[in-house]
């Protein structure tokens, strides 16, 4: 007898037309189906599609249990009701085993079945792993979506078709200040729009329901009233060619419009600034073509803001000064950014006036469009003034050094063996303290103080200064009060600079072993210092009524040895250097 058929085969031979249609259906079927015993979950058939499906032959699967495909399954057996009533009773989901080896996700449903005049289970298996597989998909693309949604740092917002929030991102929560629950089910417009916006934003509402893609910009309220400024987008949500409601996108602007309203006020400030100061002011490119000008500037030029601007500041200047002015604009573009300068111009009424400029860039623009401002002064007047004064600033210099040269032939001519011997001092002094790094009026200075320094000599006694031999104790004492009548002598000069202390102190010591005070270090002017090793270096270099000259090693090694203890050890050095590196030499 055929396998298929003795399932289905009744306990006579002939079996009817119906039953034959039920062997078809059943065993020719594209479903995995199986018939099962109820308690023990026996498989009592299976279809060729099961045979198909799991890989076993018949024979196999009839000496297994349902449970023997999937442990986990715990086979359902529906209730007496159920089977009575002969509807699908039971859904399973699990997960069954082939004979590859493979598992695949499964649903069972099953139902009572009379089989033999035994009660029985009909069981259909269906294949749901690719089910399942794109399921898993789609939640774990939803979950992305909706993390994206929940934490995107933009504020979202989805409404229904009729205007209402359906959902709010966490951003929404913060710009607006109401909690998700707050805002669902809420008309949008109701909760956010100002009175001033109210309509527009209706429109804007209506306009993204009927399927436009819409950008908005403008006032919204807080929970708390206050007002934020906002601009964003709003786009209809398209489902299989419907639309089901639409998503709004937010960015909180009120820190920018607040910037660009403090910004206008400062610009307008600014500008009533440069308009009012007692100044020129003007902008202009690298070319030099101005595009503003303030009322002193077309006040002193005479022309109205229109008909300056767009002209060349080039135009106002004499030609011989163009090469300056383009100096200036390199000096702009490749460098500082600022230069103040002293550039002649020419004035309306046909003369030259001077002006005062502070022209800075601007950081930005390419190099061809870079901004300039510039705010200026005429100062001619101080110019004239500072012209005179400078003048005769000179021409009192000139008396003083003339005065200076006068003293110090006075105190060569009492005593002939020093005769140049200040001169020579005032050389040396003056190219130490350039070695050394000074400014030409400091080492003006150590000149001057230098020539005079020993003009306290008029004082002592010419018999004393003139001895061949050695001096006695009082006899030093007063050939040392030469310092202190140097100073009386010149602090009677109304000097901006202490000449008459500078005198006092050129037999001081660092360490304070010199007189006439035993001052050391700092208290010592730095003028002071100089004049001290140049004095030391020129009389041990000269011939004496009591002792030969000293060759300039010996005496260059004797200040190398006192340098950092009574000398002042950078002035030693950089006498040194004049020596030994620069060949120096006195000219007088």
């Known amino acids: 007898m055929d396998v298929k058929s003795s399932a289905f085969s009744s306990q006579g031979d002939s079996p009817a037309c119906g039953e034959q249609l039920l062997k078809d259906l059943f065993f020719n079927n594209p479903s995995v189906m199986f018939i099962l015993q109820p308690e023990s979950g026996a498989i009592l058939e299976a279809n060729d599609a099961a045979l198909s499906f799991y890989g076993y032959p018949r024979k196999h699967l009839q000496s297994l249990k349902i449970t023997d495909l999937d442990a986990s399954l715990a086979v359902q057996v529906p209730s007496i009701e159920e089977q009575q009533k002969g509807t699908m009773g039971v859904f399973q989901r699990t997960r069954h085993r082939l004979a590859s080896g493979k598992n695949r996700e499964v649903e069972i449903q099953k139902a009572p079945l009379d089989w033999k005049g035994l009660k029985a289970l009909y069981a259909v298996v269906r294949d749901i792993s690719e089910i399942i597989f794109v399921q898993e998909k789609f939640d774990a693309k939803s979950a992305f979506l909706e993390q994206l949604f929940q934490n995107s740092p933009i504020p979202i917002q989805q409404c229904s078709m009729d205007g209402r929030i359906i959902s709010a991102n966490t951003a929404t929560e913060h710009l607006f200040g109401y909690s998700k629950e707050e805002m669902v089910g809420q008309l949008v417009d109701d909760l956010f729009a100002t009175p001033e916006t109210r309509t527009e934003a209706e429109a804007n509402t209506r306009a993204v329901v009927e399927g436009n893609t819409i950008f908005f910009e403008g006032e919204r ?18 489902m299989n060619g419907k639309q089901i409601g639409t998503y709004s996108l937010y960015m909180d602007l009120t820190a920018l419009k607040k910037a660009e309203e403090n910004l206008k006020k400062n610009r307008e400030q600014y500008r009533s600034l440069v308009e009012d100061i007692p100044a020129m002011f003007c902008s202009f490119d690298s070319r030099g073509f101005l595009s503003f000008a303030n009322r002193e500037f077309c006040s002193f030029f005479r022309q109205s803001p229109a008909k300056l601007s767009g002209s060349n500041i080039l135009n106002f200047i004499p030609k011989d000064n163009h090469t300056q002015i383009t100096r200036l604009f390199r000096t702009l573009l490749t460098g500082l950014p600022s230069v103040t300068a002293e550039i002649p111009v020419n004035a309306p009424d046909g003369f030259l006036r001077w002006h005062r400029w502070t022209v800075r860039r601007l950081a930005t623009g390419a190099d061809e469009r870079k901004e300039f401002r510039a705010a200026g002064q005429d100062i001619t007047d101080s110019k004239l003034v500072q012209t005179a004064l400078e003048e005769n600033i000179e021409s009192m210099e000139r008396v003083f050094n003339e ?186």
């Not at 309220?221 to 398209?238: C, D, H, M, Q, W």
């Not at 005769?419 to 020579?424: D, K, P, W």
Request: aromatic letters at 6%; glycine letters at 8%.
């Open 221 to 238: 309220y807080r929970k708390n009233g206050e007002r934020l400024f906002v601009s964003g987008t709003a786009f209809p949500i398209v």
């Open 403 to 588: 005065t200076v040269e006068v003293l110090a032939s006075v105190t060569e001519a009492k005593d002939p063996y020093i005769h140049g011997h200040q001169r020579r001092v005032a050389e040396l002094a003056g190219a130490i303290a350039a070695e050394m790094g000074y400014g030409k009026s400091f080492v003006r200075r150590v000149r001057q103080a230098a020539l005079v320094h020993e003009i306290g000599n008029l004082v002592v006694p010419g018999e004393i200064l003139n001895k061949p031999g050695k001096l006695s104790h009082l006899e030093f004492e007063l050939v040392k009060g030469h310092c202190e009548a140097g100073e009386q002598i010149l602090m009677k000069i109304n000097l901006s600079w202490p000449l008459h202390t500078i005198v006092r102190q050129h037999h001081e010591r660092m360490d304070g072993s010199g007189y006439p005070d035993g001052i050391r270090d700092g208290e010592i002017l730095p003028e002071a210092r100089i004049i001290a090793v140049a004095d030391m270096v020129e009389a041990m270099t000269s011939h004496r009524p009591y002792r030969p000259a000293f060759t300039i090693n010996s005496v260059l090694g004797e200040i190398n040895r006192l340098g950092g203890s009574s000398l002042d050890k950078n002035a030693v050095n950089a006498c040194r250097s004049l020596f030994l590196e620069k060949n120096f030499t006195y000219i007088q």
